[in-house]
């Protein structure tokens, strides 16, 4: 038997989706900027990909641009919008448990000159609003959160947010880390007040190396990557056909059932926490219920240590997680997420991350 716990790290792709990518690398393999045939072929992948995804987020396709994935949408609207908009204001907003492809763009930015407000966060990580709301100001230009913590499970309060950045000072932008929470919960930008949006096609059943950012028609933002002009000069380099019709085909799937799929990991969430709560020692960190995400768990088995108890279960059959599989770097530090929690120490070194997908079964 093989237990797949760990999709908050990456996902299978659905048959569907390998049929695409397939297609796209070995009948419809053409470059999308060529004149030919072939290069039209290819050319429509990437229009009919903008548009699927536009109608899930109910936006407009050209505001949909395709990228490598969570980080480079996330540096991008971070980097790009300081070096756009850096003459309005120096000051940025994030809170204190981002992802690292966040926090660290961030840090760099401090380097650059630019001042930086880190949100704290409760014990369960939510941020407060009266925080928020006291450090924006005239010069904040940007405001950057993520919509469900990869590793506890966290719903930051985004609907709140985006109307009391709006409320405070409309020309402060709003981006929102969407990588756990697109094709989960349905997002609508224009009614949040988001400018900016990241999703990474790999947490959604999508090819590794697909992304998009969604940037509203009215952002100023400056390009990180400068070469052949792709993507109207915003993100040059030859178009990822295979990941953009991939990453849409996954999300067609995905807004399909999305009702369905998170009663199903709902359900699987809370008979995994009544399950931990029976043995001793253990410490849930997620919130129950809708008030976390519905395919995170996250526990501290007081007494052993993480990597410990994951390669344990990796002889099982059962693979987990020690926290967010970008920063470990195959070590299992103390997670910065876990820290900021203030929880003790003993239950940040014994903590493992549980994480479903539609195809987990009970």
């Avoid at 393999?29 to 990437?46: C, F, I, T």
């Avoid at 108890?309 to 910065?336: D, F, M, T």
């Amino acid at each position: 038997m093989e237990a797949y716990l760990d999709n908050s790290a990456t996902t299978r792709v659905t048959d569907s989706v390998r049929d695409v990518v397939v297609r796209t690398m070995t009948q419809d393999y053409g470059n999308p900027s060529s004149q030919h045939k072939k290069g039209v072929e290819a050319e429509w992948y990437l229009k009919d990909a903008r548009e699927k995804l536009a109608r899930t987020l109910k936006v407009s396709e050209k505001e949909i641009y395709f990228t490598s994935g969570g980080t480079e949408s996330d540096n991008w609207a971070i980097l790009g919008a300081a070096a756009a908009n850096r003459r309005a204001g120096m000051h940025l907003i994030t809170t204190s448990i981002e992802h690292a492809a966040v926090l660290m763009p961030m840090r760099y930015l401090e380097e650059q000159g630019f001042r930086v407000t880190y949100l704290p966060v409760d014990e369960h990580g939510h941020i407060s609003l009266e925080d928020l709301e006291s450090a924006i100001g005239e010069d904040t230009i940007l405001v950057s959160m993520m919509y469900v913590n990869n590793e506890i499970g966290t719903l930051e309060p985004i609907a709140e947010a985006g109307a009391l950045i709006k409320k405070k000072n409309p020309s402060t932008l709003f981006h929102v880390d969407a990588v756990q929470a697109y094709g989960k919960y349905p997002i609508y930008p224009k009614r949040l007040g988001i400018d900016m949006l990241s999703v990474s096609g790999h947490k959604l059943h999508g090819p590794k190396g697909s992304g998009f950012l969604y940037v509203g028609d009215k952002v100023k933002l400056h390009p990180l990557i400068l070469g052949g002009g792709q993507q109207k000069g915003m993100r040059s380099g030859t178009d990822n056909v295979p990941g953009a019709a991939g990453l849409a085909q996954a999300a067609v799937d995905l807004f399909a059932s999305m009702p369905e799929d998170h009663a199903h990991m709902l359900a699987l969430k809370e008979r995994l926490i009544a399950g931990l709560k029976e043995l001793p020692d253990v410490v849930i960190h997620s919130e129950e219920g809708e008030k976390s995400a519905a395919h995170i768990v996250s526990a501290a088995f007081v007494g052993v240590r993480s990597e410990v108890l994951l390669h344990a279960l990796e002889e099982k059959g059962i693979y987990v997680s020690a926290g967010s599989a970008c920063s470990s770097n195959k070590k299992l530090p103390v997670s910065p997420v876990l820290k900021e929690l203030h929880l003790r120490p003993e239950w940040m070194e014994s903590t493992l991350r549980f994480s479903f997908s539609r195809f987990t079964t009970e």
